[in-house]
Structures are given as structure tokens and as C-alpha cells.
């Protein structure tokens, strides 16, 4: 096998499908990014969340909580945190591969939801994306839940006790205090996981979404070359990453303000 | 000591950890006065970092009452004026406690005014231009109104724990609790601390200060209370305390630190 310029010019005859399959992948990666970070948010308050049915049970009659003891056990129990634990085990736990197997052909299988085969933004075919995005979601949904949850409690309880000392609510301290110094905190940990999302995007192709990958597969069976479409697409990749991370590196640079000076 | 004027009624405050089995407060029963300045001096390990940071429930007593403005904060439940049974508001009663920690705590990414202004603007809702025009006032009073768009990193120790002291000061609280608040700082720093605290005591302010500093206790307090082992072993004026202890174990501490 050799690489040759000819190649190259050969490959470039399917730029437009190239084109497209950037464009796709931008576009699973933006949406992807976008709902996993909801999702991730969801996870981490309910993980974190002081939700507690059962707490009755170690109340004493003059109103105080027990701290000990087995009816105080099972008063913490939270069934909110653990189901966003589970959620989060289960998806860290088990192949990206099967799970948007699972998602494209049991989830969105014609006899439950069935997708209209239109096209969307032009020209992505819904009922593959969607199943695609949803699937990258569900997944980068647990690994930046896990960050996010890293994160705030990062910050110095300090901060919160000072926060709440003041009289802010719970709520109050999380959004002016905590979640600011976690962010920053968690910047590089969160570009480095966008940056998986857009390199991870490139599984969808086998359910059939257009992005770059299956331009390489197009490019690859219409010229019979390997190497050559191979090495456009690892070019085209970088261009999307290394930028991506950049940026991130940038906006946490900004976020620096008051740590030195 | 008039009732009348008790502020916090403390009664039998416990606070035990591992089943009963460390008791950071074992029965403390306190009453807290208007205008007092209550010095509260024990060795490392006695409880009266517990027992301050109960006042304002940063920790859960285990038992015991808090009354507070006629309302014991450490019950779940309260009776409102109607006499309904509600979820007690901890937030509330924490605006009128003002609270002043050993590492200052102020928020790093805030400047110094922001860091002033946050809980006044969101809490109260005043307006920020109001709350900023007061806490510019409170700055110049410690002597850093150039200091107030700073970030609290470009802060000396001594200078930090003044914001800390004038950012509790914004809420108008009815009484400040101070937690060993000079002994992360720099001997050097200390005292411009020490007279902030003093002014506000002359003030009238309502205080409760758990501190190392004798020479503060003896000068500005009203009150000293000493604490081992989770209990309040003797109180009473600072001349009868620091001249006259009766109990050994204040006697052994007052021949340790003096």
C-alpha cells in the first residue's frame, strides 16, 4: 500500500460528502454536548439532593432528627440519588457501542417510536441523528454528571457555610457561590470530554448516520484507496478538536480573575 | 440579668457523635443577653467551636433547645403566630446572625464590594446601588474603602477578616458570632482585628466570641464563659474568671496561657 498525491486528488473528488459529514458530526457533537450537559446537571442535583421520604423515621417526639442508629440508616435513604447513581454506574459500566445499539434498534425500533423518515437541517435523515444523539447524550450525560458532581464538591465547604451564614438559601449559594468556583474548577475536565464527544460521534456511523466517517467509507468504496480518505478524515477530526480545546483553555484562562494576581 | 433582655436561650445543648460516645457538647445551658459580649475561652477539643457554630445550626445539636427570638431553631417544626405548625425558616433567623470564621471565607471570585453586596442585594433585595453606597461606608470605617474593588486574594490576613467582619455587618445582624477569628492570621495582624472587634463591642453590638486572645477577653468582654470537655464548667464576669477561677480545670488552663 502506498500514499500518493493522485490518491489524494481522487479522495478530494468526494469533498462534498466530506463536507457534509463535518457538518454532521458538528452538529451531533453541538447537540450531544448540549443535552448531555442538561442531562449531566439533572444527575449531579440528584445525586446530590437531600431528598429523604423516610427521614420520619428518626425524628424523636420532641422534633429532634436522630443521627444514629439503624432508623437514622435507612431515614438517609434517597431514592432520587439512587437512581441517578444507578443511571450513572450502569451507563460508566457498560460499551458505548451496545448502548447505541440499544437505543437505535429497541428504543427508537419502529413498533415504539416510530421516527418520519424526513430530513432535517438539510440533509441528515432524522431517524438515524436522533437515535444517534440521543444515545451520545445518555452517555456523556454520566461522565459529566460525575465531573460536575467532582467539582462542586471541590469547593471549600467554608464557602457555603459563609454563604449560608448570610442568610442565602441553598439554592442561592449554589447558583452565586458554588457553581462558579466548580466551573472553573472543572473547565479542562469538561474540554477534555467535549473533545471525546466529537471523537466518540464517529460510532454513529454504524447506525447509519452521514458524518464523516461514512465519507470515508463512500470515498474509501468509490476509489478503492484506504489510506488516503483515512488520513483526510484524522485531519478533519483534528480540525474540529484541537480548536475546541483551545477555546475551553481560553475561557478558563478569563475565569483565573481573582485566583493570582 | 434581666430575662427581658435575653437574646439566645440556650438549655441543655448536646451534641454527641459515635452513639453518645464523643460528647462535643454535653449539656450546656447558656443565656445570652443583649449588648453582652461574651468571651468564650476553653482548651482545643472543649466544644466551644460546637457551641458557637450551633447558635446559627452550621451544626445540628443532637439536643437541647435554642430559642431565638422566642423560636427554638433547632426544632424542624415551629408554631407561627397563628398557630400553625410550619417548617421552620433556618435562613431567616440566619440574616440576623452574623458570622465570622477563623479562614475568613470570603468568596475568591468576587470582588471585595460583591462580596458585601451579594447577600443584602439577593436576600433583602435591596437595590445594589443602595447596598453598595453602605458597603463602601463599612469599608471606610475598617479603613479599606480603596480596597473595594479588589479580589480577597490581594488581601493581607488582617485585612481579609476586616471584610469578613464588615461583610457579616451588611445584613444588620442582632448579634455576630466570631470563630476564632485572629488565629489564622499573622501575630503582626492581630490587633487591627482585635479594635475592629472592640469598636463594634463598644458599639452595643450583641457578640459571642470563642477565642485564644486573653487580653481581649479581659478588656472588651462582659462575659466569659469556660468550657472542657463539652461543658460550661464556670462563667462569669472577666475579672472573676482571670482573678478569682475556682474550678482546677480553669485554674490548670488560665496557669497554661497566661
Request: aromatic share 8%.
Given at each position: 500500500?502506498s500514499?500518493?498525491?493522485s490518491?489524494?486528488e481522487?479522495?478530494?473528488?468526494?469533498?462534498?460528502?466530506f463536507?457534509?459529514?463535518?457538518l454532521?458530526?458538528?452538529?451531533l457533537?453541538?447537540f450531544?454536548?448540549i443535552l448531555?450537559?442538561?442531562?449531566?446537571?439533572?444527575?449531579?442535583v440528584m445525586?446530590?439532593?437531600n431528598?429523604?421520604?423516610?427521614?420520619?423515621?428518626?425524628?424523636?417526639?420532641?422534633?429532634?432528627a436522630?443521627?444514629?442508629?439503624?432508623?437514622?440508616?435507612?431515614?438517609?435513604f434517597?431514592?432520587?440519588?439512587?437512581?441517578a447513581?444507578?443511571?450513572?454506574?450502569?451507563?460508566r459500566a457498560?460499551?458505548?457501542?451496545?448502548?447505541?445499539?440499544?437505543?437505535?434498534q429497541?428504543?427508537?425500533?419502529?413498533?415504539v417510536?416510530n421516527?418520519?423518515?424526513v430530513?432535517?437541517?438539510?440533509?441528515?435523515?432524522?431517524?438515524?441523528?436522533?437515535?444517534?444523539v440521543v444515545?451520545?447524550?445518555?452517555?456523556s450525560g454520566?461522565?459529566l454528571s460525575?465531573?460536575?458532581?467532582?467539582?462542586?464538591?471541590?469547593v471549600?465547604?467554608?464557602?457555603t457555610e459563609a454563604?449560608?451564614?448570610l442568610?442565602l438559601?441553598?439554592?442561592?449559594t449554589?447558583?452565586?457561590?458554588v457553581?462558579?468556583?466548580?466551573?472553573?474548577?472543572?473547565?479542562p475536565a469538561?474540554a477534555n470530554?467535549f473533545?471525546t464527544?466529537i471523537?466518540e460521534?464517529a460510532?454513529?456511523?454504524t447506525?447509519?448516520?452521514?458524518?464523516?466517517?461514512?465519507?470515508?467509507?463512500?470515498a474509501?468504496?468509490g476509489?478503492?484507496?484506504?489510506?488516503e480518505?483515512l488520513?483526510?478524515?484524522?485531519a478533519?477530526y483534528f480540525?474540529l478538536t484541537?480548536?475546541?480545546?483551545?477555546i475551553?483553555?481560553?475561557f478558563e484562562?478569563r475565569?483565573?480573575?481573582?485566583?493570582?494576581? | 440579668?434581666?430575662?427581658?433582655?435575653s437574646?439566645?436561650?440556650?438549655?441543655?445543648l448536646?451534641?454527641?457523635?459515635?452513639h453518645?460516645?464523643?460528647?462535643?457538647?454535653?449539656?450546656?445551658?447558656?443565656?445570652?443577653?443583649?449588648g453582652d459580649v461574651?468571651?468564650?475561652?476553653?482548651?482545643?477539643g472543649?466544644?466551644k467551636s460546637?457551641?458557637?457554630?450551633?447558635?446559627?445550626?452550621?451544626e445540628?445539636p443532637t439536643?437541647g433547645?435554642?430559642?431565638?427570638?422566642?423560636?427554638?431553631?433547632t426544632?424542624?417544626?415551629?408554631?407561627?403566630?397563628a398557630?400553625?405548625?410550619?417548617k421552620?425558616d433556618?435562613d431567616?433567623?440566619?440574616?440576623?446572625?452574623?458570622?465570622?470564621?477563623?479562614?475568613?471565607?470570603?468568596?475568591?471570585?468576587?470582588t471585595?464590594?460583591?462580596n458585601?453586596?451579594?447577600?443584602?442585594v439577593?436576600?433583602?433585595h435591596?437595590s445594589?446601588?443602595e447596598?453598595g453606597?453602605?458597603a463602601?461606608?463599612?469599608?471606610?470605617r475598617v479603613g479599606?474603602?480603596?480596597r473595594?474593588?479588589?479580589y480577597?486574594i490581594?488581601l493581607?490576613?488582617?485585612?481579609?477578616?476586616?471584610?469578613?467582619?464588615v461583610r457579616?455587618?451588611?445584613m444588620?445582624?442582632e448579634?455576630?458570632?466570631?470563630?476564632?477569628p485572629?488565629?489564622?492570621l499573622?501575630?503582626?495582624?492581630?490587633?487591627?482585628?482585635?479594635?475592629?472587634?472592640?469598636?463594634l463591642?463598644?458599639?452595643?453590638?450583641t457578640?459571642v466570641?470563642?477565642?485564644?486572645?486573653?487580653?481581649?477577653?479581659r478588656?472588651?468582654?462582659?462575659?466569659v464563659?469556660?468550657m472542657?470537655?463539652?461543658?460550661?464548667?464556670?462563667q462569669?464576669?472577666?475579672?472573676?474568671?482571670?482573678?478569682?477561677?475556682?474550678?482546677?480545670?480553669?485554674?490548670?488552663f488560665?496557669?497554661?496561657?497566661l
Open positions: 500500500m500514499i500518493s498525491v490518491g489524494f481522487r479522495t478530494f473528488q468526494y469533498a462534498q460528502m463536507k457534509e459529514g463535518m454532521c458530526t458538528v452538529y457533537s453541538l450531544t454536548v448531555g450537559f442538561m442531562l449531566a446537571l439533572v444527575l449531579a445525586r446530590m439532593s431528598f429523604r421520604p423516610l427521614r420520619f423515621l428518626a425524628m424523636t417526639s420532641d422534633g429532634h436522630r443521627e444514629e442508629g439503624f432508623r437514622a440508616f435507612v431515614s438517609r434517597n431514592p432520587i440519588s439512587f437512581v447513581t444507578v443511571y450513572v454506574e450502569v451507563i457498560t460499551p458505548m457501542l451496545v448502548q447505541l445499539f440499544i437505543v437505535y429497541v428504543v427508537f425500533d419502529k413498533d417510536i421516527l418520519p423518515s430530513t432535517v437541517l438539510g440533509f441528515l435523515k432524522l431517524n438515524r441523528f436522533l437515535p444517534g444515545a451520545l447524550a445518555l452517555n454520566a461522565y460525575e465531573i460536575i458532581r467532582a467539582g462542586i464538591q471541590s471549600d465547604g467554608g464557602q454563604a449560608r451564614s442568610g438559601s441553598q439554592g442561592q449554589m447558583r452565586f457561590i457553581l462558579p468556583q466548580a466551573i472553573k474548577n472543572i473547565l469538561i470530554e473533545v464527544i471523537k460521534s460510532i454513529t456511523y447506525i447509519g448516520v452521514a458524518d464523516l466517517m461514512a465519507a470515508v467509507k463512500a474509501q468504496a476509489t478503492f484507496l484506504v489510506l480518505p488520513l483526510v478524515v484524522a478533519l480540525c484541537f480548536p475546541t480545546s483551545k475551553i483553555a481560553y484562562r475565569m483565573r480573575r481573582g485566583d493570582r494576581r | 440579668m434581666a430575662i427581658a433582655d437574646l439566645i436561650r440556650v438549655t441543655d448536646k451534641k454527641y457523635y459515635n453518645g460516645a464523643i460528647k462535643a457538647l454535653d449539656g450546656v445551658t447558656v443565656d445570652i443577653n443583649k461574651m468571651v468564650v475561652i476553653g482548651p482545643s472543649s466544644g460546637t457551641f458557637l457554630r450551633s447558635l446559627n445550626l452550621m445540628m439536643g433547645a435554642i430559642l431565638f427570638d422566642g423560636v427554638d431553631i426544632k424542624k417544626k415551629v408554631r407561627n403566630e398557630g400553625k405548625m410550619v421552620l433556618i431567616k433567623h440566619r440574616q440576623k446572625m452574623g458570622m465570622v470564621f477563623q479562614h475568613f471565607n470570603l468568596f475568591p471570585h468576587m471585595i464590594l460583591d458585601m453586596t451579594l447577600a443584602p439577593q436576600v433583602k435591596i445594589k446601588a447596598a453606597e453602605k463602601k461606608k463599612l469599608l471606610e479599606l474603602a480603596d473595594a474593588d479588589a480577597p490581594q493581607s490576613g488582617g485585612q481579609k477578616q476586616r471584610v469578613a467582619i457579616a455587618l451588611m444588620e445582624p448579634v455576630m458570632l466570631f470563630d476564632e485572629t488565629s489564622a499573622d501575630p503582626e495582624m492581630v490587633g487591627e482585628v482585635l479594635d475592629v472587634m472592640k469598636e463591642a463598644q458599639e452595643g453590638m457578640m466570641v470563642v477565642t485564644h486572645e486573653m487580653g481581649f477577653a478588656e472588651v468582654g462582659n462575659r464563659l469556660f472542657a470537655d463539652g461543658q460550661l464548667l464556670e462569669g464576669a472577666p475579672a472573676d474568671i482571670f482573678e478569682h477561677p475556682r474550678h482546677p480545670r480553669l485554674k490548670d488560665l496557669s497554661k496561657v
